[in-house]
T-cell receptor, first 113, second 116 residues
Framework: AQSVTQLGSHVSVSEGALVLLRCNYS??????LFWYVQYPNQGLQLLLK??????LVKGINGFEAEFKKSETSFHLTKPSAHMSDAAEYFC???????????FGTGTSLTVIP | GAGVSQSPRYKVAKRGQDVALRCDPI?????LFWYQQALGQGPEFLTY????????KSGLPSDRFFAERPEGSVSTLKIQRTQQEDSAVYLC??????????????FGPGTRLTVT
């Protein structure tokens, strides 16, 4: 079975500080992993994806994530938070044997000026 | 269009009414997905289409939920005899399909359904 756990439903950081949003996955086969961002009243926008190539993945808006198989993790980071980063972030896993995506429960990021 | 569109954006239904939610995927995307997103939760899978074929409907919560994609493009999610627990945002997503799998999904803005 596949699942995603996002530790911390709410994260607050100061503007300019490091952003770290945690995601751990459970998958019996090599997964594809994704981070999406959702702004209020909008759909989900893809930030970045891991598809078994480089383990360090760079995405849009300065975000990146590192796939660590030994830790079954895919944490999202950004060196310096901007006010515009305040949003809901979702980690998702997909396996190559099917077409279902499994989403975490989300982490709400607040950026304090 | 450039992205996935959904209509209506907001829908208020009285309990017991039927509703129909529309999704226009990105042109050329073979795969289409419907999700239900409750307040404060992540999207929950409802159903999946590959072209016009509904290959997975394991996430549909009851037989009141029905989805179709008759020509392999536009899809409609229908909910019959709506209940209060159906209140949620319904998200549609589409993606490329190749080599036996779908790739990253592109989401529409969602339809917020409120059942009163």
């Amino acid at each position: 079975a596949q699942s995603v756990t996002q530790l911390g439903s709410h994260v607050s950081v100061s503007e300019g500080a490091l952003v770290l949003l945690r995601c751990n996955y459970s998958s019996s086969v090599p997964p594809y992993l994704f981070w999406y961002v959702q702004y209020p009243n909008q759909g989900l926008q893809l930030l970045l994806k891991y598809t078994s190539a480089a383990t360090l993945v760079k995405g849009i808006n300065g975000f990146e994530a590192e796939f660590k198989k030994s830790e079954t993790s895919f944490h999202l980071t950004k060196p310096s938070a901007h006010m515009s980063d305040a949003a809901e972030y979702f980690c998702a896993v997909s396996v190559n044997t099917g077409n279902q995506f499994y989403f975490g429960t989300g982490t709400s990021l607040t950026v304090i000026p | 269009g450039a992205g996935v569109s959904q209509s209506p954006r907001y829908k208020v239904a009285k309990r017991g009414q039927d509703v129909a939610l529309r999704c226009d995927p990105i042109s050329g995307h073979v795969s289409l997905f419907w999700y239900q997103q409750a307040l404060g939760q992540g999207p929950e899978f409802l159903t999946y289409f590959q072209n016009e074929a509904q290959l997975d409907k394991s996430g549909l919560p009851s037989d009141r939920f029905f989805a179709e994609r008759p020509e392999g493009s536009v899809s409609t999610l229908k909910i019959q005899r709506t209940q209060q627990e159906d209140s949620a945002v319904y998200l549609c997503a589409s993606s490329w399909y190749s080599g036996g799998r779908s790739y990253e999904q592109y989401f529409g803005p969602g339809t917020r359904l409120t059942v009163t």
